[in-house]
């Protein structure tokens, strides 16, 4: 059946009274058929499957057609892709890393049943399930599975913010006569789209604000479509942890425990001068959030702080042959990074983590920003020297930060360095030779170790 056709209310089979007899909106999200059921008697039905499919995958809210604001989280997109491409993976616990010594990026559903976690020590996780089949990451596939998803998005709305590869925010605001159907129903097909045409699944948090929508997204996930509208904000956020609110790190989950805030109930009673004259900027954030209210756009041009990348070595390492290998790899990827963003970095960034997890930061200021690697990585490499030996190390990263249009990058020259520009020019000579036969036309010598 056509996703225009209406879902009435005398096909569906009550489950007893919704929303109190108000009109309740419904959307099939299997066949995407939709429209509105009608209070009988007081009392609204509320079905079960669709009329049109049989399916349950049904969805009813009073407020389902009239919210614009999306979260889109694919459902464990490394490991789905990992499935995708190899079928007999698909009931088996996939973990996705960096190998023994190194963390996990992805875990499917079936590990994360066992309690494997992203970001969890590997030799952990493979404590926990040691029957996982551990798959190193393949970013090449995984960047361009999700350029397709972004394609699909930008279809729907010219205002997708992406958060990384795998989630993104949509306002679909003003779009319902464009596309012939409300925001709800595009979702749902879009999220179908996703699993027919690429193999993977994601879910959809709906509401009329980035930060309840960001919410919603996990409420009921893999496959979910979660809504939180207006009316139920103070109902739903009442009794719920503030561990919800996004970019809520340890500390100051710790800082909001010492002052007795654990739920929105908590914020609540708190006055806003009070939370302000405690937690400063973080104070008025957590007054407004307390109340489901945020006022952040979603921003297709949202702006990127740093560009970064790193390694985790399967063994501790102090040899600088070594690491001087593996720094110019993450240079050339910190630069291909920028140079696809049309970005370049004022302050280069070098990181080491030692064996015991404790951690160093070394940053250098640039007087011209660059995206040249050359550059990234003789600063980077400037740096490492002048940490010394505080090895071994488990791993490594460089990054750039402080970024800027690659329109004022590399355009003054380093007087103390006279070869640094013909450098920049091979570089640029060497990435039209790489766009035209392949990344692996030209490597450094320094690339082989």
Not at 100 to 129: D, E, H, N, W
Not at 368 to 394: F, H, K, M, N, S
Not at 420 to 444: L, N, V, W, Y
Request: glycine fraction near 8%.
């Amino acid at each position: 059946m056509s996703d225009q056709h209406p879902i009435t209310s005398d096909l569906t089979r009550p489950e007893g009274p919704a929303g109190g007899g108000q009109n309740l909106q419904v959307l099939c999200r299997e066949c995407l058929s939709h429209g509105v059921l009608k209070p009988k008697n007081g009392r609204t039905p509320n079905p079960k499957r669709c009329p049109s499919c049989q399916s349950p995958r049904i969805k009813a809210h009073p407020e389902l057609f009239s919210l614009s604001i999306a979260h889109m989280d694919c459902d464990a997109f490394y490991a789905s892709v990992e499935k995708r491409d190899n079928p007999d993976l698909a009931d088996k616990p996939v973990v996705i890393g960096g190998g023994q010594r190194g963390v996990v990026s992805t875990a499917c559903y079936v590990a994360r049943i066992r309690g494997v976690r992203s970001a969890m020590p590997m030799f952990q996780a493979l404590k926990l399930c040691p029957d996982a089949v551990v798959i190193k990451p393949r970013m090449n596939v995984y960047v361009d599975v999700s350029r397709q998803i972004r394609a699909m998005m930008d279809e729907l709305t010219p205002d997708v913010e992406p958060l990384s590869l795998d989630e993104a925010f949509m306002d679909l605001s003003g779009t319902q006569r464009l596309h012939g159907a409300p925001p709800a129903v595009m979702l749902a097909r879009l999220v179908k789209r996703m699993k027919d045409e690429l193999g993977v699944t994601g879910s959809i948090g709906l509401s009329n604000n980035k930060f309840l929508a960001k919410v919603a997204s996990d409420l009921d996930k893999p496959r979910g479509f979660s809504v939180i509208g207006a009316a139920e904000t103070s109902e739903f956020l009442k009794d719920k942890p503030v561990r919800l609110i996004w970019g809520i790190g340890p500390a100051a989950q710790a800082s909001l425990d010492k002052a007795g805030i654990r739920s929105f109930s908590d914020l609540l009673r708190w006055e806003r001068t009070d939370l302000n004259a405690r937690f400063g900027s973080m104070g008025e954030r957590l007054w407004h959030l307390a109340r489901g209210q945020d006022r952040r756009r979603v921003s297709s041009n949202a702006p990127i702080k740093s560009i970064s990348n790193e390694t985790t070595f399967f063994e501790d390492t102090a040899s600088l042959e070594v690491l001087d290998g593996h720094l110019w790899r993450l240079a050339e990827k910190v630069s291909d990074r920028a140079k696809a963003r049309q970005l370049a970095g004022r302050v280069v960034t070098l990181k080491l983590k030692r064996a015991n997890h404790s951690s160093l930061t070394r940053r250098q200021s640039l007087r011209d920003a660059t995206q040249i690697a050359d550059t990234v990585y003789r600063t980077a490499r400037a740096l490492l020297d002048q940490v010394g030996d505080e090895g071994p190390y488990r791993l490594l990263g460089c990054g750039i930060s402080d970024l800027v249009p690659e329109t004022q990058a590399d355009i003054i020259g380093d007087l103390l360095d006279p070869q640094a520009g013909q450098r920049a020019k091979a570089e640029r000579a060497t990435d039209a030779i790489r766009e035209r036969f392949g990344k692996s036309a030209i490597q450094k010598g320094r690339a082989l170790r």
